[in-house]
């Protein structure tokens, strides 16, 4: 078959690079400054070459199967400013990556529209989100993590990985890491990380895995996001993890199978000195939480989905 040429904005690089695993082109859109949305094939990902950098200058010039949306901007604004009116009645899909901010129940998407596919990457996302007459389908993450690379376990730390911690402030924790942070050692990775106490800075993606694994267990303190790629790649190389019981990490990890998930952060800061005290059941734990990886992230089934996605749209 023909492979299709996806037009999409740079959002979430980690996704991103995982979302490009699929066996379609994508033309990432470019500007000089590479602002936000706009970097194109930039970065330190190991882009493929089915991986194009279109300057904006250029968008209306070239021919797409799909266009791709990743945000509210780039689906009310720019889609205005950047395409075609021949462009715009293209096959689209809005790829939605975090559960409604405004309200948790009430929040109508930004998409009403029958001919869009809305995609969720949690049930939980498509649980809380109203998307009205908008198609909806999930399709749940997918991860890769090298092959060499597994949980050792001998640092007796926890390591949490969250970009702008500080700033991001309540809903993803900073709280939360600061008050566990005084009864557990505890180490934060992630952009801006090095403006808290206890950060190290940014670790480059390819290189967290690896980073991560000397560590007793892998703690996300987010109170309301979505599942983060940093928790499904530590499961991924046998990571046991430690969070709130909120969001899809409900579901995600099994008390005392793959880590433990708890409302309760005193009972959590308990778990996370057992863990510390025991390595052998840290290892059993990250065992499972490998298991789970293996049957749920599987990046083969994620592309598949993706690209299923992709050709159900485009016809």
Known sequence: MRR???LTWHIHGSYLYYLTQT???????SKPERSTGYAGRWGHFPWGDNVYDLPVDQVRHTQFDCILFQARSHYLYDQYQLLSAAQRRLPRIYLEHDPPREHPVYTRHPVD???????HVTHFN????DSGRTPTR???????VPDAVRYT???ARGIVAINHLQQRGRRLGYDIYRNTRRAIPLDLVGMGAENVEGGLGEIQHDRLPAFAARYRFFFNPIRYTSLGLAVCEAMAIGMPIVGLATTEMAVTVENGVSGYVDTDT??????MRALLSDREHARHLGEGARRHALEHFDIGRFTREWEEAFRMMAG
Do not use: C, N, T
């Open 113 to 119: 529209d029958p001919d869009i596919l809305l995609v």
């Open 153 to 155: 376990g001998e640092l």
């Open 4 to 6: 299709l040429r996806v």
């Open 138 to 144: 999930v399709i749940r993450h997918g991860v890769m």
């Open 126 to 129: 498509a649980l809380m989100w």
């Open 23 to 29: 066996p379609v082109d994508f033309y990432l859109l």
């Open 266 to 271: 005193d009972q959590l800061i308990e778990r």
